[in-house]
Nanobody
Framework: QVQLVESGGGLVQAGGSLRLSCAAS????????MGWFRQAPGKEREFVAA??????????NYAESVKGRFTISRDSAKNTVYLQMNSLKPEDTAVYYC?????????????????WGQGTQVTVSS
């Protein structure tokens, strides 16, 4: 069992930045690939970014809509994964969820993830 707790969401103006954090507890953090998804009102939950197992070099994947603006990273010493979000746009407004997966990369589908956090709200004003 893995418990995930997100933090760092909030209200920011367009063009601004936020850094989301996801603290993991439970089984060994390095054995899980980690991902971020988001869900806007009235829309399905969509993939944002993923990072593979620490021992596998931590390769990353990004949704096309966030490439060049968002960066996912992980700190195994702190059992934490981050999502640095720059140049935010109003269309980035959503609840952001952290998730853990035992699947091998690429891990871009919701069904590949085993554990989910409760989510953190990100609102970008125009």
């Amino acid at each position: 069992q893995v418990q995930l707790v997100e933090s760092g969401g909030g209200l920011v103006q367009a063009g601004g930045s936020l850094r989301l954090s996801c603290a993991a507890s439970g089984r060994t953090f390095s054995t899980y690939a980690m991902g971020w998804f988001r869900q806007a009102p009235g829309k399905e939950r969509e993939f944002v970014a993923a990072i593979s197992f620490s021992w596998n070099g931590g390769s990353t994947n990004y949704a096309e809509s966030v490439k060049g603006r968002f960066t996912i990273s992980r700190d195994s010493a702190k059992n934490t994964v981050y999502l640095q979000m720059n140049s935010l746009k109003p269309e980035d407004t959503a609840v952001y969820y952290c998730a853990a997966s035992t699947s091998r990369p690429p891990i871009v589908r919701r069904g590949q993830y085993d554990y989910w956090g409760q989510g953190t709200q990100v609102t970008v004003s125009s």
